[in-house]
């Protein structure tokens, strides 16, 4: 991304003064201009030329046009290259000049907004990018956040304003900033004018929820953090007025530090076309080479005997250089191998397969009303290839609505609704839920069932209404009241909201805030609590804490947070009831509810003075001020008294049991990484079906040391092993990890495993030394689940599974946790939730809903894959049959670079007469239905294997077309070598062999890509047959007499297209070829079908046989017949499927299914293949790909 300002030297730290650009000019701060734009009208041409041939291909068509300006080497003229090369060029000039005119009118329409600049004491209308650092800015309600400021004043009580962030982060709930006390006075233009405080804070960096500074003022020092803050990209909301120091602008804003480029991502399939495509230049230099060879010989030995009608050129003094000249002329006319279309089509069918993916109905979600969108279009073949999935859990498997379910006070849960027996009542037997009649502000949504909990807090239990207290004030949540008594709580996430609202509903009304109070409805009656301190929560923390002073002036901390931090916190007197609140934890984990643990702590005045005195020095260090606020904040959490724990419910989203189950179906491996507790992710986990009861054994490693986790690793390996042995598998188990025997015996083990792991375990387990040890266990199981893990960890498991499986990974989350994970991946999937936009933006593709997994990856991943590799093979096919005749001619005459066809059909060829046919392939072809691939997940799985395109269905192509190529040159030549035409003249003249092996190679091409096509549409009909007369209709025309009236240099061969097919014996020759070239094609297809089918050539088959079915079943329906009824289940004689469905375990059904398909053969022969590939690719230490042999 090019900007406005000079690249300057990194700066150490910013500091800025209010009110002098002078001084502030002296640091060359960037300016608030912005370009995201490339070029300009005087840069375009030559800059997008220059990074058009970065690309080896143009680059190389480029050199091969050069070589065609020299008139001793080409036989070919320049139009032939230059033609598609302009086109190529051309189309993507345009593209990238479209995609830049918009950048450039973005960049205008935002750089020339309009903002109120404070100058020499007077507000003036300053355009955005005149705005400089230092300079203060007034802001009104609505109005976008020019630049990064220090938010000075407002027309808010206590220096308040409330933003919008959503172009920062996606989320669209409000947040309030806060003026520091010192500037919050500095309301009117006098007084700002006036003030010349500065600021010394962090340098430009791209941290939004970070911001470290201090404001020099009246030789006072004041302590700046991200509250103070408004960044670019904001909105300010609900606030009148406010006015900002600039402290950041232009390029130097967090939200342009945060617009880095994403790593750009490869498909296998085109680095494995990047090195066929260096093979195939290769094997044209041996070409080049052979011809050449060939051709000095000929001159030398033959050629010198003609030099009378036949003279060299005058530089040619030599054979030797003869053939020389004929390497560089071979070059040029073979180069049709790797023609320049290759690029472009590939681009067309993924932009194709992009629409088909925005395009899908079935993947729009109503509720939303959010369609899926492919954000890339260079991906869409490799989601046919997956192998693992890394889901988050919040939001990806479960909704992300959270609804307060349970709670624990002071050692008794509640919950849970009883029958008159003592019976815990089920969903549907349970009564009407709790009636908060008595409450006028409880919000009408919130449900809750045991009567228990409101009865505690009508009788005035003290421990009922602290919990509510504490969830009532400890929170950050914005209160708005529109109408009276109807309020709207603003909250960061869904879990505060849930509990405010709880708090809410028991008569515990948070109603308002200031900087320094909180106002409460207890029970009726407004109590407004001052607001001393508020230790925020955070990913390290894991907990946030309020420090209060209620009206009596007693001072209390109040605490919520994981329990995992909380309960390591607590006082010791609290032991018995920390062993009863531990158990209630344990089984709402156990149900799959999220839990916070409650506590609170007394503190005297005096020791808060002193603690308050220590938080304001540690807030204003210039370094290491987070880690000195952490531990003064650790200090004064600590011997805290519990309260209980609450408990959360995060329903899973529909549709996850069914998706999970028909990927795991389709052998793909699917590892949930969530910051939730064990218990929670492991309950997760059998409600999404990725852990059942069937499976032989669930490990979970739970290690707090290196030697622990290894220690449990080995007795996870060694139970698997054992079991293997059990069964037969008579494999020993190796103490010592090495190379990809043990990996592939592992992937291998009898039965079904999981893993779970902590997050201090994983961390031990990612170690270098024991990453291997981790990856080879968990590779070997079926599902594996990591709880409590970071963002950070949650990246580094995909890179280690990237690094040593040859294996395509796909990454899918909704939150800004998960946006480090999906940028590793592979793919990466973003779902548009409630934790705003961020995973979105970072992702490939987005939609709305968990289960659209499945559609993305079996029909359309599926399909993309198929038809990429199915274009690919023709497309190389075509190309070799079409040039290879060029070497064979070359040994007919005398090497001397003659090409066999005229040149405007080699111009015309591939972008022409076999362009169309091949995109519509690539672009509509299906082997089965969308109901099919979802029905029969297994045809996922030669996706997986690499089995459509890899190294030796290339060779086979170009055999193919080399094949062709040979029937296509000697078939006319011995024809022609002894044919007349009707009337008795020669038929064997240059011009005729010509249009007759040109018509059989258009012919032959035509009829394979028939045969290829899988799926026939009205489109296809009209591209192959079309192209077909489009070639026959310029034949004519090239040699008319029209043509020749115009340009008789050029088109000298008037009616000689005419004359030649007008001989039966041409045709014939035509029909010969095709017949000859296409037969074996058509035999070996059909001995493979009957012989060794595919998996989609079976459930193809079991579709025409249910087509009959319903045919013969309707004609029989016609014919009618009178008589008895009979029970069904008299013609069963066998136990029936009840069971088996009510057990759940039918999930598996529809693919087991297909045994009673297939042959034994090829079901053999796809495994074989597995493992073959996890002798070789699945190993951590294994070598380079090897070619698969089927």
């Excluded at 933003?163 to 409000?174: C, F, S, V, W, Y």
């Excluded at 011809?291 to 003094?317: C, K, M, S």
């Excluded at 993916?357 to 989601?383: G, Q, S, V």
């Excluded at 960890?793 to 946006?819: P, R, S």
Aim: aromatic share 12%; proline share 3%.
């Amino acid at each position: 991304m090019a900007l406005c300002a000079k690249k300057r030297p990194p700066e150490e730290e910013r500091r800025a003064r209010a009110n002098d650009r002078e001084y502030n000019e002296r640091f060359q701060y960037a300016s608030n201009c912005i370009k995201t734009s490339k070029y300009n009208i005087l840069t375009f041409l030559p800059v997008n030329l220059f990074e058009q041939f970065q690309e080896v291909a143009n680059t190389y068509f480029l050199f091969l046009l050069i070589l065609q300006l020299i008139p001793q080497i080409s036989s070919l003229s320049w139009f032939t290259t230059i033609v598609p090369l302009v086109l190529v060029l051309t189309i993507t000039a345009v593209k990238d000049a479209t995609d830049d005119y918009f950048r450039h009118k973005s960049d205008n329409q935002v750089n020339n907004r309009q903002s109120q600049v404070l100058i020499n004491g007077i507000l003036q209308q300053e355009q955005w990018m005149n705005v400089c650092v230092g300079d203060i800015i007034k802001l009104e309600n609505n109005q976008f956040v020019a630049a990064d400021l220090l938010l000075l004043s407002s027309s808010e009580p206590h220096g308040l304003c409330y933003i919008e962030t959503a172009e920062l982060d996606g989320e669209t709930n409000m947040k309030v900033r806060q003026a520091i006390p010192v500037t919050s006075e500095l309301g009117d233009i006098s007084k700002l004018a006036k003030f010349d405080g500065e600021v010394i804070c962090e340098p430009p960096n791209n941290k939004l929820d970070k911001f470290s500074g201090t404001l020099y003022w009246k030789e006072n020092k004041f302590p700046l953090s991200n509250q103070n803050m408004l960044l670019r990209g904001c909105v300010l909301r609900n606030t009148e007025w406010c006015f900002g120091l600039v402290i950041f602008a232009g390029p130097d804003t967090k939200l342009m530090q945060n617009s880095g480029r994403t790593k750009f991502k490869r498909t296998s399939i085109d680095r494995l076309m990047n090195t066929l495509v260096l093979w195939i230049f290769g094997f044209l230099v041996c070409m080049g080479v052979i011809l050449a060879i060939g051709n000095a010989i000929w001159e030398h030995e033959v050629g010198t005997r003609f030099q009378v009608y036949l003279p060299w050129d005058e530089a040619v003094d030599s054979a030797f250089f003869s053939g020389f000249l004929s390497f560089w002329s071979y070059i040029i006319i073979l180069n049709t191998v790797v023609p320049i279309s290759l690029y472009v089509s590939v681009e067309v069918i993924r932009l194709g397969h992009s629409y088909f993916i925005n395009w899908d109905k079935k993947m729009f979600c109503m509720k939303k009303r959010t369609p899926a969108e492919a954000r890339t279009t260079t991906l869409n073949e490799e989601l046919g290839q997956v192998e693992y999935i890394f889901s988050d859990k919040t939001g990806t498997l479960t909704q992300n609505i959270m609804v307060f379910n349970k709670c624990s006070i002071n050692g008794r849960s509640y919950g849970d609704v009883f029958d008159v027996l003592g019976h815990k009542a089920e969903l549907g037997e349970r009564p009407e839920p709790v009636n908060f009649s008595f409450n006028p502000l409880a919000d009408k949504k919130f449900l809750f069932w045991d009567p228990t909990l409101l009865e505690a807090v009508k009788m005035g239990d003290p421990h009922t209404h602290e919990f509510f207290r504490l969830l009532s004030l400890c929170h950050t949540v914005m209160s708005e009241e529109k109408n009276e008594g109807e309020l709207y709580y603003k909250a960061q996430s869904p879990d505060e909201g849930a509990l405010v609202t709880a708090a809410r509903n028991f008569g515990f009304v948070f109603r308002s805030r200031t900087p320094k109070t909180i106002t409460v409805h207890e029970m009726g009656t407004a109590i407004t609590y001052q607001l001393l301190a508020i230790l925020d929560f955070n990913n390290i923390r894991k907990r946030m804490s309020v420090i209060v002073r209620n009206p009596e002036g007693k001072i209390r901390l109040y605490c919520k947070g994981a329990d995992t931090i909380l309960l390591d916190r607590l006082h010791h007197s609290t032991q018995e009831l920390l062993n009863t609140t531990t158990d209630h934890l344990n089984e709402y984990a156990g149900e799959g509810l999220r839990t916070l643990v409650l506590a609170y702590k007394d503190l005297d005045e005096e020791y808060y003075e002193e603690w308050a005195e220590r938080r304001l020095q540690a807030s204003l260090a210039q370094d290491s001020r987070e880690d000195r606020l952490a531990s003064i904040y650790e200090e004064v959490e600590s011997d805290m008294m519990l309260l209980g724990a609450t408990a959360i419910e995060d329903k899973l989203q529909q549709g996850v049991p069914e998706t999970i189950a028909l990927l795991t179906l389709a052998n793909i491996k699917i590892w949930v990484l969530t910051g939730d507790k064990q218990e929670t992710a492991v309950n997760i986990g059998y409600s999404c079906k990725m852990l059942t009861d069937d499976m032989t054994e669930v490990f979970i490693v739970t290690g707090h040391t290196v030697l622990e986790v290894r220690e449990e690793l080995r007795k996870a390996r060694e139970k698997m092993m054992d079991s293997s042995r059990s069964v037969g598998n008579g494999f020993t188990y190796q103490e010592k990890l090495s190379s990809s025997k043990l990996t592939s015996v592992l992937e291998a083990v009898a039965g079904e495993y999981a893993l779970v792991i902590n997050g201090h375990s994983l961390a031990h387990a990612l170690e270098a030394d024991m990453e291997l040890e981790f990856l080879e266990t968990a590779c070997a199981c079926k599902a594996v689940i990591c709880c409590r893990v970071t963002p950070l960890q949650k990246a580094q498991v995909v890179e280690l599974v990237k690094k040593y499986k040859k294996a395509v990974t796909l990454a899918i989350g909704d939150g800004a946790n998960d946006v480090s994970m999906i940028k590793t991946a592979h793919i990466g999937v973003g779902i548009s939730g409630q934790e705003g936009i961020q995973a979105v933006l970072a992702s490939d593709y987005s939609f709305s809903q968990f289960k659209f997994l499945q559609r993305l990856l079996l029909v359309h991943g599926r399909w993309s894959y198929l038809r990429m590799c199915k274009f690919l093979c023709y497309f190389f096919y075509k190309n070799f049959a079409f040039t290879m005749v060029h070497f064979w001619f070359g040994f007919f005459c005398g090497f001397s670079a003659q090409t066999v066809y005229d040149q405007y059909f080699i111009t015309l060829y591939n972008i022409v007469y076999t362009s169309l046919p091949v995109l519509a392939m690539g672009v509509f072809d299906q082997d089965v239905p969308e109901q099919r691939s979802m029905e029969y997940p297994k045809l996922y799985e030669p996706g997986q294997l690499n089995l459509l395109f890899n190294k030796r269905e290339f060779f086979i192509c170009i055999a193919q077309g080399i094949y062709t190529s040979v029937l296509m040159f000697f078939i006319p030549y011995g024809v022609f070598a002894e044919a007349t035409r009707d009337d008795g003249t020669q038929l064997a003249d240059y011009q005729s062999f010509a249009v007759t092996v040109a018509t059989s190679l258009v012919i032959v091409v035509s009829v394979q890509i028939g045969l290829d096509t899988g799926y026939w549409t009205a489109i296809n009909h009209f591209f192959i047959w079309g192209s077909l007369a489009v070639y026959f209709a310029i034949l004519f025309a090239m040699h008319s007499n029209g043509l020749f009236d115009m340009f008789p240099n050029q088109f000298r061969f008037v009616g000689n297209a005419q004359n030649t097919l007008a001989q039966p014996t041409v045709w014939l020759t035509i029909v010969l070829t095709t017949v000859v070239c296409i037969m074996p094609v058509v035999a070996f297809r059909f001995l493979r079908l009957n012989l060794k089918p595919d998996l989609s050539d079976t459930v193809r088959y079991t579709q025409l046989v249910r087509k009959k079915q319903k045919a013969q079943h309707r004609c029989m329906r016609r014919v009618g017949r009178t008589g008895s009824r009979r029970s069904g289940y008299a013609f069963s004689h066998q136990e029936g499927f009840g069971e088996l469905i009510m057990s759940g375990k039918n999930m598996r059904l529809s693919s087991l299914a297909l045994s009673g398909f297939t042959t034994r053969s090829s079901s053999s022969w796809i495994e074989s293949l597995r493992r073959k590939k996890s002798d070789s690719a699945s190993s951590p230490s294994g070598g380079a790909d090897k070619p698969l042999k089927g």
